[in-house]
């Protein structure tokens, strides 16, 4: 039955609808003064052109003006009058070699063409750390950085070699008079080369103390693996070895510890005879390594370490003190896959707590897991936070002569920043080698341009 009810939107149409369903109609409430840019008013509303048409030829011109604007530069190439040997224009030279800048490290293939390196591939053909991440791979646009130091500077201002040579050299041997400590505070370096140097410098300055600082810090992991197994370093993961991967906070897939487990982990993705690796995440925000895991669990980081002590008790059969966490029926499950895998199974965490990362090496070490390397381990971090610490608290205290800053930037990076500025202005010298300004070359007195 059809209902013969009306009904009003607003007050204005009930006491004078018809205005206001002309006002509706129109696109625009005031004629726009069309007369004022493109001639007579009346000329145009006698035109037979539709809107439409009119934006047809608005959009046609338009492109035809564009087009006609988009003429290549001329650009003139001069011919090699006699042609160099190992250059060959147009095609590409290949050099191996690695890169280690505090944050990655890995064995690449520089793609060079016409002597300027425009691409880092992973090198295959390298034993070990033969892949890359987006880190590396960016990292070739770095030396095309119009922003890099053509020199030296102190306190800001230009100065030559020499003189800053003199005026380093004259402050260590003061400093070295006094007996206050010089501190190297690096970020993890692969190179042996620059070891021995540091070993040299140490015997002119006997107070000489090496500090590695990761802005990425693998510290808690590295602590760990010396309690357990009496060396600082870290374990080599072999995910290719494993049937069953649990991981509580890892995004191995990222940058976790210093990253490269893409390859291994893939190689156990692919399904053979219906049989794959299964993997299983907690985590609280989503990563590259949930997104890609069979189950993935949501865990905030304060119930992350009490899910791996859950875990490490249903595995073992221990009892260790704890607390209940939303994701404990799975947390059972993932114990008794583990337990199913034996040396097949693989428990990694990304938990920032010594005693969170000697539960995760303990679980290994009771399923006997073959995925885990504790022989050929990996130096690719060797940070301190302990050591980073008291480093600040003794510049503070006046302790520390000189700090000498390379590969780190740890005013950006340093939750505690403030408290490092303080310190560098109540050293001696302070210097900082950087390929570009940074937070803390604004700080130092002396800049070393790399």
Not at 192 to 217: G, M
Not at 238 to 253: R, T, W
């Amino acid at each position: 039955m059809a209902s013969n009810k009306k009904y009003w939107t607003s007050a204005a149409e009930l006491k004078d609808g018809s205005i206001v369903e002309k006002l509706s109609k129109a696109e625009f409430l005031e004629d726009i003064p069309t007369d004022e840019f493109l001639g007579d008013k009346e000329t145009l509303e006698s035109s037979s052109t539709s809107r439409r048409d009119f934006l047809k030829y608005v959009g046609f011109t338009t492109a035809a003006a564009s087009l006609a604007a988009c003429e290549g530069p001329v650009i003139k190439t001069i011919p090699y009058v006699i042609k160099p040997n190992d250059v060959n224009p147009g095609v590409a030279d290949y050099y191996a070699t690695t890169i280690a800048d505090g944050y990655d490290f890995a064995n690449v293939l520089v793609k060079v063409r016409d002597g300027r390196p425009i691409k880092l591939a992973p090198n295959k053909e390298a034993l070990v750390n033969n892949e890359t991440n987006a880190r590396v791979q960016a990292s070739v646009l770095s030396l095309y950085d119009s922003n890099r130091l053509k020199g030296a500077l102190n306190n800001g201002k230009a100065v030559d070699y020499k003189t800053l040579d003199k005026e380093i050299v004259t402050k260590l041997n003061q400093i070295k008079a006094s007996g206050k400590k010089i501190v190297f505070l690096t970020g993890t370096m692969a190179s042996p080369s620059t070891d021995k140097l540091l070993a040299e410098f140490k015997v002119n300055y006997p107070t000489t103390e090496h500090i590695v600082y990761d802005a990425v810090s693998a510290s808690a992991a590295l602590d760990a693996f010396e309690t357990m197994y009496g060396t600082r370093t870290l374990p080599n993961y072999k995910f290719e070895n494993a049937d069953v991967i649990v991981s509580i906070g890892a995004d191995f897939l990222g940058d976790w510890l210093g990253g490269g487990y893409e390859k291994g982990y893939a190689t156990n993705r692919v399904p053979k005879n219906g049989k794959m690796s299964q993997h299983i995440q907690f985590e609280s925000n989503m990563s590259l390594t949930g997104a890609n895991a069979d189950k993935r669990f949501a865990l905030k980081p304060s119930e992350q370490k009490f899910a791996l002590i859950n875990l490490y008790n249903a595995i073992t059969g221990k009892s260790l003190t704890s607390k209940a966490t939303p994701q404990d029926a799975a947390i059972k499950q993932a114990a008794k896959n583990l337990k199913q895998a034996g040396s097949k199974g693989l428990v990694v965490t990304g938990i920032q707590d010594v005693n969170a990362q000697v539960l995760a090496l303990a679980i290994n070490k009771y399923l006997a897991s073959n995925a885990v390397d504790t022989v050929n381990t990996k130096n690719t971090r060797k940070g301190n936070d302990n050591k980073v610490a008291k480093l600040i608290t003794d510049m503070n205290s006046g302790n520390i002569g000189a700090v000498i800053i390379n590969q780190a930037n740890p005013v950006y990076t340093l939750a505690n920043s403030k408290d490092f500025i303080l310190g560098l202005k109540k050293v001696t010298l302070s210097v900082a080698f950087t390929s570009s300004p940074s937070e803390t070359s604004k700080h130092v007195q002396y800049v070393n341009a790399t």
